[in-house]
């Protein structure tokens, strides 16, 4: 198996921009993706592979990654994009997509 | 629509077992990998297996491992779960998810809303 590692909180003003970490030695082989959870929701992709969004998510949203670092970026956060944010990845096998962060809770302020 | 729902969850004794099911709509059910992930109330998430479209394939977690049984019957565009010797920190809400693979990506692409498991006395 293997870790990713997330800030347990973030925090951002309204409209400005905020970046979310990830890190862990899956990421140096393979890409993360993104997902939000609101309360009481299921989680929702947001970005996957590169810099991929599912159709629906807003374009404020994107990724990117560097060594052992998958990082999710909101440019101009909303009070909407208050949420949980977790990364996820494949395991050191390769087998499956076994890996997820903590969690960043990221408050709009 | 493209769609998952998830059943079967409620409360259990510790050592019992559970079935949970995945049903799935709106898309070729048989022509993807399914995923188990779980979340215990307050805390993330935590992958619990996968099976292959065939079912050629099936990982666990190791916290699950002996204990929970992951298929799949395409012919019914259903998931399943047979969870075994359940133990309070099983208690979580259960997600079915569709994970979708490309030539240079992966993720869980659909959720279901979950279903939720209490293991207590």
């Known amino acids: 198996s293997s870790e990713l590692t997330q800030d347990p909180a973030v925090s951002v003003a309204l409209g400005q921009t905020v970046r979310i970490t990830c890190q862990g030695d899956?990421?140096?082989?393979?890409?993360a993706s993104w997902y939000q959870q609101k309360p009481g929701q299921a989680p929702v992709l947001v970005i996957y592979?590169?810099?991929n969004r599912p159709s629906g998510i807003p374009d404020r949203f994107s990724g990117s990654s560097s060594g052992n670092t998958a990082s999710l970026t909101i440019t101009g956060a909303q009070a909407e994009d208050e949420a949980d944010y977790y990364c996820n990845s494949r395991d050191s096998s390769g087998n499956h997509l076994g890996v997820f962060g903590g969690g960043t809770k990221l408050t709009v302020l | 629509e493209v769609q998952l729902v998830e059943s079967g969850g409620g409360l259990v004794k510790p050592g019992g077992s559970l079935r949970l099911s995945c049903a799935a709509s709106g898309f070729t059910f048989s022509s993807y990998s399914m995923n188990w992930v779980r979340q215990a109330p307050g805390k993330g998430l935590e992958w619990v297996s996968s099976i292959s479209s065939s079912s050629s394939y099936i990982y666990y977690a190791d916290s699950v491992k002996g204990r929970f049984t992951i298929s799949r019957d395409n012919a019914k565009n259903s998931l399943y779960l047979q969870m075994n010797s359940l133990r309070a920190e099983d208690t979580a809400v259960y997600y079915c998810?569709?994970?979708?693979?490309?030539?240079?990506?992966?993720?869980?692409?659909?959720w279901g809303q979950g279903t939720m498991v209490t293991v207590s006395s």
């Open positions: 998810a569709r994970e979708v693979v490309g030539a240079k990506y992966d993720a869980f692409d659909i």
């Open positions: 899956s990421l140096r082989s393979y890409y």
């Open positions: 592979g590169k810099n």
